[in-house]
């Protein structure tokens, strides 16, 4: 049986589509914010379509305890969810995490049972009530919605930025990387990672309400993956173990960043006109 790492590159790399023993499965990919480290979590999950809505069940393969995903969307609903779409390829959408309740839960759930016979098996296995999770998209036609969008951006973006200055004051003139400062540095790229994937969803929205703007969006998902390559090599350097030395680190901290007031300053100049109106 295939983990979720290869389900995960199999449904990326076939626009959504999975084979072996999940052939013909409705699934989605969310990606959580890990609730002790801010960490973006990526996990498989089945879903029901219910109108504009998805609905996914916090079922853990009948598990004792609620899969760590809906424990992430307890402490921040903001879930970014990976579709198959229609035209082969794969939509990267932001949405609000809902848990159901009371008849709306038991409703969904007998419904995705008909639909899933080994979802009323995992229901007998576990002690748990099942949770059901309404995963609602960004939308935004609303004005008061997209200068709300725009307002946040600017919040991330200055708390990105302090952040920023915070490692490379950490970084300055240090000998040795101890643990206090690799925490940091860590914290950073997983704030900038979670930031940049919540973007990457909020701008399927952003170019179905303007699609005028799809050539920014390009340029700034192309940039979001060089960052991301960035990170990934930034983080194998801090993994505890691994000889380094505090110059080594502040150079790739600043390789890794080279760009980014650029990218942010791009981003703000070209988005925030329409989002504020």
Known sequence: MAGNADVIE????NGGQVG????GAPLVLL??????TGRPHTTPAVYLRDGDRYLVFASNAGGPEHPSWYRNILASPQVTMEVAGADGTVRILATLAVPLEGAERDKYWEQQCAIDPAFRAYEEQTGRVIPVVALIPLELSATERRRAVGEQLLRHHADLRAQLERVRDGLGGTADLGEQL???CLTYCYGLQLHHTREDGAFTALEAQFPELAPVVERLRAEHRVVERGL???????????????????????RVVTGLEEHFAYEEEHLLPALRG
């Open 232 to 254: 990934a090599e930034l983080e194998a350097l801090l993994q505890p173990g691994r000889s380094r030395d505090a110059a080594e680190v502040r150079a790739e901290v600043e």
């Open 31 to 36: 990606t959580t914010a890990g609730r002790r």
């Open 20 to 23: 072996g023993w999940l052939t």
């Open 10 to 13: 199999e449904f990326r790399a």
């Open 182 to 184: 690799r925490t940091r």
